[in-house]
Each structure stands twice: as C-alpha cells, then as structure tokens.
Antibody, heavy 128, light 107 residues
Framework: QVQLQESGPGLVKPSETLSLTCAVS?????????WSWVRQPPGKGLEWVGE???????NYNPSLKSRVTISVDKSKNQFSLRLSSVTAADTAVYYC?????????????????????WGQGTLVTVSS | DIQMTQSPSSLSASVGDRVTITCRAS??????LAWFQQKPGKAPKSLIF???SLQSGVPSKFSGSGSGTDFTLTISSLQPEDFATYYC?????????FGGGTKVDFK
C-alpha cells in the first residue's frame, strides 16, 4: 500500500524559505512516477506546485518557478520542496502526491498519468 | 495555461438525488481529466481518471463522461458520505490545473 507522509515546519517567517519533505513507503521512488507537490490555501482551491522524476527531471508551475526547487533523495526514498522568499500568500496546506509516468502508448491514452495517491497534507503558515 | 471552469460552484441536494457537476476546459484536453472528492480537513481522493475510468475501490454510483473540452461527473444516488467538495483537474499539458471546486451540501 502506497503511503506518502509530509513533514516540516508548520510556521515560517516572511522572506524565509519553506522546506518540506515527503516520505514514500510501499513504493520505490525510483520507478516510473512523477512525485508532486500540490497546495491549498485555507478555504480555497488546489494549486499544482511542481513535480520531479527520480532521474532529476522537474516540471514547475510558472507562477512559482522562480522560487521553487524540488529534489529527490533516492537513498531515503523521499522527495523535498523548497519555496523561497515566502509571503502570507504562501500559507496553505501542502500535499505531496504521486502520479504515473507512462512509458507506453496504451498507458498514456488510457489516461493513467493522474494523481493516484496523496499524502494527508501539512499546514504551513507564513507569519512573523 | 488551460483554465478549468466548474459549475455550479455549489449545490444543495438530498439523499437519493442524482447530481451532475460539469467541468469545461479552455482548450481541448482529450480525455486527460480526473475528478477528486475532498472532505473537510482531508486530502483529495481520486474518483475518476481518463475522464471516465473509475479508480479502483470507488463505488459505481460515481461516473464520468466527456472528451475534448466538456466533462461531467455524475453521482447516481447521493448518500450522506458523498457530501463534499469535488474538483476536476486536467493533465494534458503543463501547468497542471484544477477547477475551482463544487461544494455539494445538504438541502
């Protein structure tokens, strides 16, 4: 059973860097998967932050790209998010999630590259 | 970016009602659309992928349809555990984007 668990500080000061880690169990982070971060400000909708493949390839939301770094630690089977120069607008529940990376046409056309597994989420508040 | 527009943003329904939520994409996304259910304080839960395929373990009262730009999620007979917020999400192109959500509450 795949499980994802976020961890990190729940309070970050403005202008500082938010750092979170997602520990993966029940699956190898080295498989054909995209490992993602999605956030949700209190009372609002979902926003995709970015994702990483174990080989190091990344995709980021252009709205956050200049401030986001996602990295992977294969030895610990986990991946991490760093978001720099945070403001109150970055206050949100941050979820880590897994989606498939299709390597066959049938997988891709079946629409299997969706967010199949989610962590429980962790609230990060930006405040002095 | 592909904009995802859900309607309605909220609806009130009764147990046993048939509920339909629509999602419109600003560009053709083929069938690369997923639906999620989210309850307060919980992570989103995958319901539908590929616009119409049911995630394993999800009851068959949930169904999805559509292709291109127009999609629907239908709950055939609403039960108390189905009162939640529902999101659509496209994964045809980057950045991945979500609809604004549809809150289903008790009439």
């Amino acid at each position: 059973q795949v499980q994802l668990q976020e961890s990190g500080p729940g309070l970050v000061k403005p202008s500082e860097t938010l750092s979170l880690t997602c520990a993966v169990s029940g699956d190898s982070i080295s498989g054909d998967k995209w490992w993602s971060w999605v956030r949700q400000p209190p009372g609002k909708g979902l926003e995709w932050v970015g994702e990483i493949y174990h080989g190091g390839s990344t995709n980021y939301n252009p709205s956050l790209k200049s401030r986001v770094t996602i990295s992977v630690d294969k030895s610990k089977n986990q991946f991490s998010l760093r978001l720099s120069s945070v403001t109150a607008a970055d206050t949100a529940v941050y979820y880590c999630a897994r989606r498939n990376l299709c390597t066959t046409t049938s997988c891709y056309t079946s629409g299997l590259e969706y967010f199949q597994h989610w962590g429980q989420g962790t609230l990060v508040t930006v405040s002095s | 970016d592909i904009q995802m527009t859900q309607s309605p943003s909220s609806l009130s329904a009764s147990v046993g009602d048939r509920v339909t939520i629509t999602c419109r994409a600003s560009h053709d996304i083929s069938n690369y659309l997923a639906w999620f259910q989210q309850k307060p304080g919980k992570a989103p839960k995958s319901l539908i992928f590929g616009a119409s395929s049911l995630q394993s373990g999800v009851p068959s009262k949930f169904s999805g349809s559509g292709s291109g730009t127009d999609f629907t999620l239908t709950i055939s007979s609403l039960q108390p555990e189905d009162f939640a917020t529902y999101y659509c999400q496209q994964y045809d192109s980057y950045p991945l984007t979500f609809g604004g959500g549809t809150k289903v509450d008790f009439k």
